[in-house]
């Protein structure tokens, strides 16, 4: 009697917990919110042509109007795409040299820190970030300058989230944050919302609290700024110990950062965390997915960290919930008939709860097919590794057995003293013509292992600029050069050595050849590397 009461308990614990999720309005909404994310991507990714046609149109003007073209992919990039940001921070960083400007210098600077900042490469963020010299700076850059120096160390603070180093870096973080808010002009977003966040790392968690929730009742809010606010509100209050608060504003800031496409986002991680902490595992799965997808998206490399911490966490709960269910399945399945129903319901929930466990294995099996791939690249080396091996070997086989010949030719022509054909045999040595059938056998085995080489080489270039090669011909100079790079030799200088050109040459060779291809000259290495084996 006493396990079939447990057993009522445990059944009774289970609908209060779903009618609860029934009713928790602002989880379904994300959760629903998140369904419709291709939608608000597909947004992103037309804004961003759409700029892309003008940068690239060639006809913005001066070098100042590129800038700012520039400027505006790059700020649709920052919380979208690392990798992307980064690039368009350089093309800025590279226009600014050119128009020889130290505002515009400087701008692309703290564009840099920033993406560096979101993607956790501090140190180079910190690097960049003491390049800049804010003494003829406008106000404006100060005041970025010193936000990016205070984020530097409060992430960090998060980061090492320790008792030794933590308190240390919130302390130089307030100290940067205190000189921003000496050039952000009075009543805007900026000024208000790092007051408070000052005031929240000083520990006056009320003060900080009035800041918040005067910013959320301003209705000219950006859903960015909105975001931002609510998911540092919502630390607030979950420092103060008001858990129920806290999940619903950093769900609101997770639904904020899906409308604008915001990737770089700490907010639905943070909501993930919560909701395991609280028991709810449905959800915590759910938006620890969408974290990760996010945090891949994006390029984070300390999200990527952070996130696969909680993840295996919530996994396992997952995985020991099922277990569970199976054991109260197999513990009450012969009970009475007054419990057979409840005993059906409970098999409709674990028969749930194994579509989920189905759905954490696919992830489980794409990690696979990463590894099969990386598996691959091994496979492939392996194979350069011994077909050039090989190779080497007979060549240094027969080059020594030619020096044994030609010793012992010469030995005999010195003992008969015949000095004109010792002469003769030397004039006949070509090391020219050797070198040229050193590089022939290189191309033969090099179109061994990669047949469709040429082919797919000339699948990146219009058709009047693909390489013809003669009848008798299997590699070119621009060919010989990017099979190097495709076996792995990628430095300058060796590959100028083993072709015996000058490092110069050799750099003025793929800068060409980059310009004429129909591939971003930062992709085509890339490109080349793709090109598969047999």
Known sequence: MKRYLLFILAINCCFCQKALAAGDTLLNTLA????????????????????????YSGDHGLPANAFRLAEQLYNEYKIFNYDSAYSYAGKMMALATIIKDSELINTAKLKYAFVMLSAGLYSEAFDTLKSVITRNCTAGLKAEYYTLMGRYYFDLAAYDDDKYHSVNYDIKGNQYIDSALLYYAGGTFEKNYYSGLRLFKQGKEQESTAYFEKLLEDKNLSEHQFALTASTLSGVYLQKGETQKAIDLMAQAAIADIHTSTKETFAIYNLAEMLYKAGDVKYASLFIENAIANAE?????????????????????????????????????????????????????????????????????????????????????????????????????????????????????????????????????????????????????????????????????????????????ILNTDLRIFALIRIGITDNEKIAEILEYSVNTIYAYKTKIKNKSLVQNDDFEKKIMEIKSV
Do not use: C, W
């Not at 009450?332 to 409840?342: D, K, N």
């Open 32 to 55: 629903h919110t998140i369904e419709q994310m291709p939608v608000y991507d597909a947004q992103k990714a037309n804004a961003i042509y759409n700029i892309k046609v003008r940068m």
């Open 297 to 473: 998206t994006y390029n984070a490399r300390q999200r990527k960290a952070q996130v696969s911490g909680i993840l295996s966490l919530i996994e396992s709960e997952r995985i020991h919930a099922i277990d569970g269910q199976r054991r109260l399945a197999v513990q009450y399945g012969m009970a009475v008939t007054i419990f057979l129903i409840v005993f059906a319901v409970l098999i409709f929930v674990i028969r749930k709860q194994v579509k989920k466990l189905q759905a954490a294995k696919k992830i489980i099996t794409r990690a696979n097919v990463q590894q099969q791939l990386v598996n691959d690249k091994l496979e492939e080396a392996n194979k350069i590794k011994e077909e050039y091996i090989g190779y080497f070997f007979k060549l240094d086989s027969e080059y020594f057995g030619r020096l044994e010949r030609l010793k012992k030719m010469l030995e005999q022509k010195l003992n008969d003293r015949k000095f004109d054909d010792i002469k003769f045999i030397v004039n006949n040595i070509q090391p020219k013509k050797d070198k040229e059938e050193l590089m022939r056998n290189f191309d033969k085995v090099f179109i061994n292992i990669f047949p469709n080489f040429v082919t797919a080489y000339n699948s990146f270039f219009a058709e009047e600029d693909q390489v013809k090669l003669p009848h008798d011909q």
